[in-house]
């Protein structure tokens, strides 16, 4: 999914704004660093924070892999639930304090999220 984001956005910058830079005498690598790269800051903020969050999300592969030592925060919030009882107060707290950080990235980074979204999905 973030290869297809990226695909498109980069798709979507006109081919033009690189070849005019080139008559105007940057090199095809000076072009991309001064003219694509900054076109694609929300291309490239969209696929990071959606990465992230994707990241974030991948639970069972670190419950299988991880070990009493090295866990990560959903599989240490697992440990709240025995086969015996689930301490729901110590649950629920846990979840709470693990989604705090991913609320706070989306709330700041929302306009990139949404422009880079619909950035490759119109064309013409």
Do not use: C, H
């Amino acid at each position: 999914l973030i290869v297809y984001i990226m695909m498109s956005y980069f798709d979507s910058l006109p081919l033009e704004l690189e070849e005019s830079a080139q008559v105007d005498g940057l090199t095809p690598i000076g072009a991309f660093r001064r003219i694509t790269l900054p076109l694609s800051v929300a291309g490239m903020a969209t696929a990071g924070i959606l990465s992230f969050i994707f990241s974030w999300n991948n639970f069972m592969f670190a419950l299988v892999l991880s070990g009493s030592k090295t866990k990560t925060l959903p599989v240490a919030i697992f440990d709240f639930v025995s086969y015996a009882s689930i301490d729901w107060g110590g649950l629920m707290a846990a979840a709470t304090v693990v989604t705090i950080p991913i609320m706070i990235i989306a709330l700041f980074t929302q306009k990139y999220i949404v422009s880079g979204m619909t950035a490759g999905a119109t064309k013409g």
